[in-house]
């Protein structure tokens, strides 16, 4: 099995190690700079930090040392010196070790090649999207084809072996959840609400659009300013004439109130 869950392997679990990453017994000698680090984003922080700035692959790790003994050896589930086991959680395919990995529900997905937390039963592979997704969206969500391939709108760094929540959006665009709140709390109003991308409501505001019409309806536009205003939906992509009013315009089409005076 390319994955292997080893708790009951090998010999008891030596004291807790590892990084604030991830916890485990082993640390990775990097490829690229020969160097010995507890992960690789430990070795990407460090080697971002320095002239010669990169990352590491770890599919192309071929050896760790067992921080028990010490010994250098071929990546593997266990020391091949001492018999300690380096991990509660192994995959083969990601060299990837995490002793928490049982009770975070790690799981490897073929697909993704990628190792993923929260248990397979809970999540879907989307071919169109590329990448694993909740259960609960799979019959909701809107397919942009790899939409997890790409980085995020706000910070541009990559969001597939993002160790940081993404949050799917209404429209199907995918950005990190802090970078969200942060771009929530940097605009006002309906700006606020919007797709940084596509500019599609982030979600359905129904009860929003219901208190507007209420809004709307106590502050009628004085009569000189009364007048109709041609607008474009970035829900529906669809435009109308409507009439003006300072709190906004709703889409006679869709109810919404995410709109743009064209």
């Known amino acids: 099995s390319e994955t292997v869950a080893l708790a009951a392997l090998g010999k008891p679990a030596a004291r807790s190690m590892g990084c ?10 990097a490829p690229c700079c020969d160097k010995a680090f507890w992960c690789r984003h430990c070795h990407n922080e460090a080697a971002g930090n320095s002239a010669a700035s990169h990352e590491v692959d770890r599919t192309c790790i071929k050896e760790v040392i067992c921080q028990v003994c010490l010994e250098q050896q071929p990546a593997g589930p266990s020391c091949g010196s001492c018999g300690q086991v380096f991990s509660s959680y192994y995959c083969r395919q990601c060299n990837f070790w995490d002793d928490e990995g049982i009770r ?27 990448s694993c997704y909740p259960q609960e969206i799979r019959a909701s969500h809107t397919c942009v084809e790899n939409a997890m391939r790409r980085n ?32 929530q709390m940097s605009f006002a109003g309906l700006q606020s609400l919007r797709c940084p991308i596509c500019s599609v409501s982030l979600y359905i505001y129904d009860e929003l659009w219901t208190e507007m019409d209420r809004q709307i309806a106590e502050t009628p536009m004085p009569d000189e300013f009364r007048q109709l205003t041609s607008i474009m939906c970035n829900d529906c992509q669809q435009p109308s004439a409507v009439e003006y009013h300072v709190l906004g315009q709703k889409c006679p089409l869709c109810r919404s109130y995410n709109t743009r005076r064209v």
């Open 20 to 29: 604030r990453h991830y916890r485990r017994r082993c640390k990775i000698v």
């Open 104 to 130: 975070k529900q790690v799981f490897h997905c073929g697909k993704c090649g990628i190792c993923r937390v929260g248990g397979r039963e809970n999540f879907f592979h989307c071919d169109n999207c590329g």
């Open 152 to 183: 995020c709108p706000v910070c541009l760094q990559d969001l597939f072996q993002s160790t940081t929540q993404v949050t799917i959006l209404q429209c199907g665009h995918t950005i990190h959840q802090d970078c969200l709140r942060d771009l």
